[in-house]
């Protein structure tokens, strides 16, 4: 019985990997956009969270572009 | 009408039957957690879902080299065979259905079709050490990876974000969730629907109908497409409301990191050569997501029921193809007989069903599947809330 256990590793590797970033990057801007500081937070402080959590989500936006790439046959 | 044609006609008619069961079974993996948290109304996410299906379809039909993927010896497989084998499937995924377990479509597909070679064909026409290697390894592993990666990835998303399933924080969560939820509703789509139509070109061709080697006909592709489109509008609500309430109450968070680890795992495991069963996948991840926010939100007996029904699919399935082979097998009046069974059977399943129905308006409102009105307390005694 042969079982590829090189392809099950990296598969298994993979998930995690790119679960627990994506996830994290997303949260992450999702954490950006949304935290408001106690207190008065600097206008300038909070341009740039927001634009931080911006660049996140589309960050997160291009992997699931290359979701779809990777789904759709006629890409590769 | 000869009887080619007519062994033919009846194969590709409960072979598009299979392919709604297949609809309506995994509509739950890809929109489950997104109805259950609010992010998409329940008639809405079952619209995407199938139009992502049909679609899915449509772009992949590079029709499977073999059916099984040598399972079974491919080579002594007959339509008769094919068409026994789908009728355990059928079966199998209705009787699933009816009590809201989700279970993987592919080894209902498999099961079946092991059956009907074992009676059809005897033990040399089944490939053992495949099934251990593509089957029984892949289901042990499906739900810990995925159950691993969205565990840690629920576990860090609380651990920076004290605030994660308030608004506005979880509205971003739930607009995600759309985004992968979407993405496995393609990847279904690509790889299921292409299941059907391989299945139905093959037949085709060894009826000589259609020229060895060649694609499947655009209305193969054009009634698979519909058919686990229309299987996967009509929703699977039993299987949606396990999917979603039954194994953990899902917030937005923990939605958001299921569906991306059951995303990614699909990807990686189609592109790298590992099949993974998208079902044991999907519910591989609500759990870890369950695991990963506070250990005593699982509801565990519901996972252990689940677990059950994975490893009776492929035995049950066999059986019933095996079965369904027997009869079959004795000529045109014996597959008259079997496909006269399948309305049968499936017609009680569907009137059982009806005592307890499940639909798009109380989805969310229990988190059993019960076949009787009443009988909610009685089964769920390890409900913690």
Redesign the interface.
Known sequence: MKIDWASLGLVAVTTVVAAVSIVGIFALGVAALTHHPAGQGTTRGSAVARAAGYACIGIAGLIALYGIYLIVPAFH | MTTTLFVVTLVVVTALVFDFTNGFHDSANAMATAVATGALQPRLAVLIAAVLNVV?AF??T?VAKTISGGIVNDAVVTPVMIFAGLVGAILWNLTTWLFGMPSSSSHALFGGLIGAVLVGAGTAGVNF?VI??KIV?PAL?APL??G???G???F??YK??R??EDE??AG??RR?QT??GS?IA??HG?SDGQKTMGVITLVLITAGYQDSGTGPQFWVIATAGLAIGLGTYSGGWRIMRTMGKGIVEIKA?QG??AE??S???I???S????G?STTQVCAGSILGSGVGRRLADVRWGTARRMVYGWLLTLPAAALTGGIAAAIAGTGTIGMVIVFAGLVAGAAAIYVISRRAPVSADNVNDARDVVINPGETASRSPEVIG
């Open positions: 899915g772009l992949s590079e050490s251990v290697s390894l592993m990876v995925a691993l990666a969205a840690l990835a629920t860090l998303v920076w974000m605030r994660a506005p924080a971003w969560f995600g985004v992968s993405l393609l990847a690509t968070p958001l990191a991306t680890t995303a990614a795992a990807l990686a495991s592109h790298m050569g590992f993974l």
